[in-house]
Structure formats: structure tokens, C-alpha cells
């Protein structure tokens, strides 16, 4: 059972524009979340988090925005770069295990960013 | 400032073959963590270490034992490898809900 979920394998955007990239949770007891990009033959690198009491938390190009009652999140980036183009996961901390970090990740998008 | 590290970067195995992934952190992390990742599944826990001395199962702990030598260094063991296990393995460190991931290990077994 996919307690996170990426529906979109994929998404290809013009270099300039805006992507965003979804993730749909089923468990209400998630507080944290975060955003990874992983690039062919690396670890993933963490992007952007955000906690459970905020609706929105931004870096730069990033910003993640939270939707608790829809148990739902979404990365923007804008604008895009070609250097962006990467596998994108989302992943949740459930309550109560902040010390023990036991992040449960989605499917991941990959994400295509074109000159 | 290495991070973590990973060895070995490759391996293939043959069925019923054993082995052991090394994984070392040089944070200082207590938490330390073994991933695998397939197509289409995203990370699954395997096992994680939430203090030196101490491990617990994670998502698909079947088939893996580990070992958590000190606080820099967690092993992954496959004692009787199996097709099933083909798969991109990465270690992870953890300290208040900052993650570090190293480079992976691509495990195939034939």
C-alpha cells in the first residue's frame, strides 16, 4: 500500500517555464515533508522541506506548497533550467519518528527540462 | 568532507551467492538507514539504525540482516542472494531530519 504517491512519471517542460511536480499522501499522521532529486548513478539530494503546521516554504526557484485537507503537495520551480532535469521524489516522516528519520518515499517523477 | 560512502559502487552475485554492502558516515549522525530502490517503487526502507547498538526492520527487511559496527559504520548482509534482490541500494545518515544519501550500490543478482 503507497502511502506516498507520484502519479506522473514523467513531465517535460520548456527551459524557462514553470514545473510543477504532485505528490498525494494517504496517511494523516505524516509532519514532515521533503522533496529529493536524484541524478543517474547518484544519491538523492535533499531539495526542499516542509512542516506540517506551514502551507508553503520556498528557496530560490523552489517552493513547496502543502494541502493538508487534500493530502496533497506540490514542488514549483521556476523558472526551469535544463540542469533541473532529474528524478524528483517526494518523501513523508510520520509523527513520532523524527528521531528514527524512517522516510517513506514516493515512485518519483523524472522531470525533463528542454533548451 | 566525504559524507557517506558506499562500497561497492557494483557487484553481480550469482543465486545463492552471499554478500555484505559497507556503508560509513562521517557526520557523526546517529541514525543511519539501507534503501533500495526499484522501477516504479520509489526508496523502501530495508532497515535503519536509529542509535549505535541498536536496528530495526524497515518496509522489506526479508532476506537482509544488518549490523551496526560503531556509529560511523552500518553493513548490509544478503546471505543467500536471490533475483529478487536485484536491485540500486543506498545507505543514508540522519540527523534532525537532515538526510544524507551516498551514491548507491548497483547489486545484480543472476
Known amino acids: 500500500d503507497q502511502q506516498v504517491k507520484q502519479n506522473s512519471p514523467s513531465l517535460s517542460v520548456q527551459e524557462g517555464r514553470i514545473s510543477i511536480l504532485n505528490c498525494d499522501y494517504t496517511?494523516?499522521?505524516?509532519?514532515?515533508f521533503l522533496w529529493y532529486k536524484k541524478y543517474p548513478a547518484e544519491g538523492p539530494t535533499f531539495l526542499i522541506s516542509i512542516s506540517s503546521i506551514k502551507d508553503k516554504n520556498e528557496d530560490g526557484r523552489f517552493t513547496v506548497f502543502l494541502n493538508k485537507s487534500a493530502k496533497h503537495l506540490s514542488l514549483h520551480i521556476v523558472p526551469s533550467q535544463p540542469g533541473d532535469s532529474a528524478v524528483y521524489f517526494c518523501a513523508a516522516i510520520p509523527r513520532g519518528s523524527s528521531n528514527t528519520g524512517k522516510l517513506i518515499f514516493g515512485q518519483g517523477t523524472t522531470l525533463q527540462v528542454k533548451p | 568532507n566525504a559524507g557517506v560512502t558506499q562500497t561497492p559502487k557494483f557487484q553481480v552475485l550469482k543465486t545463492g551467492q552471499s554478500m555484505t554492502l559497507q556503508c560509513a558516515q562521517d557526520m557523526n549522525h546517529n541514525s543511519m538507514y539501507w534503501y533500495r530502490q526499484d522501477p516504479g517503487m520509489g526508496l523502501r526502507l530495508i532497515y535503519y539504525?536509529?542509535?549505535?547498538?541498536?536496528?530495526d526492520k524497515g518496509e522489506v527487511p526479508n532476506g537482509y540482516n544488518v549490523s551496526r559496527l560503531n556509529k560511523r559504520e552500518f553493513s548490509l548482509r544478503l546471505e543467500s542472494a536471490a533475483p529478487s534482490q536485484t536491485s540500486v541500494y543506498f545507505c543514508?545518515?540522519?540527523?534532525?531530519?537532515?538526510?544524507?544519501f551516498g551514491s548507491g550500490t548497483r547489486l545484480t543478482v543472476v
Open positions: 539504525s536509529a542509535s549505535e547498538g541498536t536496528t
Open positions: 496517511n494523516s499522521m505524516f509532519d514532515y
Open positions: 543514508a545518515s540522519s540527523e534532525n531530519r537532515g538526510y544524507t
